[in-house]
């Protein structure tokens, strides 16, 4: 199917692309009719394209480099599989860094020669060592999946709540590069529960003049925000009654700016007053 809908757990924000019934969880959710859909969806092109653009941001400010061959590897790699390899996942490899650094450990991105078919679902992403759990994407309907090396007779998994690949790349490169910035740290922030105040206003309403809030992230409950100046990157996930902000940044006066705001006991500003009840 084409066409508009909405997502769990993505606001207000109305998207335009290919989608499947399977991932439909209401028909008619909203004002507007359309339908909506689990927050593990197939990604339409402004997703993708807004993966890309974050990605290359992130990379001009750690001075990554991209690998030469790497169009020369994707077309080897199809070869190999018979395969075209889904739109998302040939972004990813044409836009990421050489060493893969952004993607994590934890979360490993397979190298091009390592991508495997299991069932009719292309192997990605790997974490664990021991344990493995590899995510693919389902060659049909192009959302994402998990599969379990190790566990007896395992079939791929679709989980309706995870995060869309998208989303979760954006996330992992997010929290990737604060970690490898000068200057960074994790805080909590305290204020009204989530069901209140979404962690984009938070930011926005009360960090903005530290940062600004990447506009192709839409995750509700979490955040992104970026300051090309002072290569300064925020990634926030509200919780009940406080939120959690990881700050990474080539400055050391972001990060003191950030607490004066704060404040020492946590809690941060919302047009002069505190966000504690």
Known sequence: MYGK??????GKKIFEGEYFQSEILNERYNDEGLPQLYQNHANCQE?????????????????LKKSENVIEDIEKAEGRLRIKLPDVVKALYLVVDKDKILIGNKCRLLELEELFVKDNVLAVLCRGKRKKVYLGIDLAVHHSMLWE?????????????????????LEYVAIQAIGRMPFCGTYRIKGYPTSEIS???????????????FDGYYNWSCAVMLNQNT??????????????????????????QFKKIRGEDGYSEKSGKSLAK
């Open 5 to 10: 809908y909405k997502v769990d757990m993505q």
């Open 47 to 63: 997703e993708i394209e807004n993966m890309i653009r974050f990605i290359e941001i992130v990379s001009q400010m750690l001075h």
């Open 149 to 169: 090396e190790n566990k007896t007779d395992s079939s791929w998994e679709y989980e309706i709540c995870m995060e869309s690949f998208c989303e979760m790349i």
């Open 199 to 213: 962690a984009c206003e938070l930011l926005e309403e009360s960090f903005q003049s530290i940062f600004i809030r």
């Open 231 to 256: 290569k300064t990157i925020a990634w926030l996930r509200t919780g009940e009654f406080y939120s959690d902000i990881q700050i990474g940044s080539y400055e050391s006066d972001v990060i003191e």
